[in-house]
């Protein structure tokens, strides 16, 4: 179910044991994911540099409405690499929630001195309840058998 | 080629005559137009359009074929095309047109960009809450993600899942709640949103038969028929309440499903264990089924264990309050255990001052010790788990008792036994200490008489102990031998320990005093019935006293 995850330090270099196909793997996946976003990346400065090229007013007037019609089709190009990179940062996100095992570990510590401290206090308090019922059931004991319902005999 | 030339001629001109010449021919064509438009509105309205499409076609056939002509460069060539030298003001108007049309088009691509930016800030932001919530969200429940449903529906496919499985033993049937699953949805401005199902009740109420008030085992949550979509569009200020409100709803509301799936399995598991009476004892039946519903709704994982020594102690105790009730003697001591699978009693017998004072009057050098005869003897149960501990005192040590050292007094046994032995183990250890204490003073007390001069005295001949009654025989002059028999019973309705007086001649068997038979009373037997301690004492006085002098 789970996404697979990002290794959270550099790359694997030599895992050992059952980890080293998981570690190739989560090595690949950072590659892919650095590779998407040096592309998205260059695909923003290059659009943007032909739009500053191509500022200069020509004469014929036939290359301008021509350089018209190619720079919205770069500003279009811009926009769509910016998109992918959100896309990216949402995906690293779901990355983080589902394989961030630090904060993972992290929250089920916290949940652990959590729980474990509601339980003593709860055994605390159960314990306290347990002594005071205690010394009531002796003390009713005793002023049962001591009253008159058990001195006469119960035939 | 003549053909083309004639054609070429035919070209007419005359509009361009015509438009130099308006005036003269406004005024016919006026005059000629009203008869026109009276006739012609008659006709189809679509007519002056498709009459200006004909001429148009004329002429553009014309024109084409003229170029043609002159392409073919036939019979008309172009002699030479100049272009005027622009004037430098036509220049620099030409200049600032197309500078113009590069600054619009500019201008456009800024209006682009800036709508573009405003639109992924947005979507920025509205992924930002999300997965601010659902982080926080994880930090205390179980998010999943369905790679297929997320392919399938345009949502992201997350669901939190709170199945649990910590009540069900393995040979439980498996069934996860409709409620397991519960999806996360963006809702109508984009944020987290967890969808109930519908008509979701959560109130758990019920009663238990046989207990005059009702236990609330179920603890009732709020009834939610709606999701969570609803509530934004009935209350369009919620949009635009704090992110951490929203977050802090989210978790009430998963923790009232969470609870209420808990109360389903432990109302699941109530129903079996009332469906399979295994563990009900027959004598107390309403107060059984309580027990076991009260130990079994403790939600650890060792409810199996709590089960089953729930039903030892409630056996046990059973037993104990039947023993206690019906001997005037017998006290019970209970000593709570807070461990589930433990629990221990302590039946004391307590010894009427009356017969200790009794022998207290005699001026002997042992008057001393007759103070130290405790007047209390215990008997202690422990049942841990399974197994059950009886620790009682047993027999005192006579000599002991006479040299009043209290500390010898008596030595203690403890011993293992099952179940169905306990009762009349426990009213074993009673007789034991009833009788031998009573012995012990009866003794001390003929002792007296001895000294002070009497010469008969009953022989005491043994005292037997059987599975369940105990005799205490005396031999006569003639030979004869009177028991004092006590049978216990623990079934028996009225007491338990009753006692029987027989009188034989000393050569009867022992299953002769069975009290099987025995609810007759002939010549040999008589029923003492169920005596007090001082009752006892007092009989076996004037018993001895008959039989002695």
Redesign the interface.
Known sequence: MNKGGVGLGGGAGGGAGPTAAAAAAAAQKQKTLLQRVDTDIGNLVDNFGFLVNVARVNDPPVRNSQESFMMEMRAARMVQAADSLLKLVSELKQTAIFSGFASLNDHVDQRMEEFNKLAENTNGRLARIGEEAAASLKELESHYYSSTLRTSVPE | MMKRVNLIRRIDFAWAVEREDPSKKQKSEGASAKEGTSTSQQQWPWQSLVENLQLAHQELSVIIDLINTVEANDAVTVAGMTRPKQLPNEHLS??A???A??LQ??R??GK??KQ?AKS?EE??AR?ARF?GA??RL???WK?????LVAAASGN?GFYIDLFDNSLYDSAAIFRPSSLSTIPIEHDAAGMLAVNLPRKSCHSLQFEVLGLSSASNLGKSGETKTSAGGNDSSKEPGKEYASNDERVREIHLTLREVHRAIHDEQVFDLVNREACNPSLVNDETNGSSHRNTTETSCVPSASVDGAKFGGSINQRNWGSQVHLV??T?YV??????T?HSRTSSWTLSVKIPQSILHAGSQIPMPTAAAVKNIRSQFWTRVLVIDDSIRVEGEGAPNVVGLFRGRPDSVSSINGYDCDLVDLPIILLQQLETVVFLVVLCVLIRRSLVRLSSGCTRKPLLLVSKRQRDFLSLAFELDQGEIVRLVAHVDPEDT??CISWWLTVDDGIVEEHKLHPDMSDVESESRKFLG?L?LEVLYSTLLDFLNLCSC
């Open positions: 030409d200049l047109v197309s500078t049309t590069k088009c500019f456009n691509l682009y960009f573009s992924l979507q920025i992924e997965y659902l982080i994880q930090q205390n998010i999943k993600r369905h790679r992201e009730y019906r005037p006290h019970l001591v209970s000593h709570p807070w009225q007491g169920y007090s």
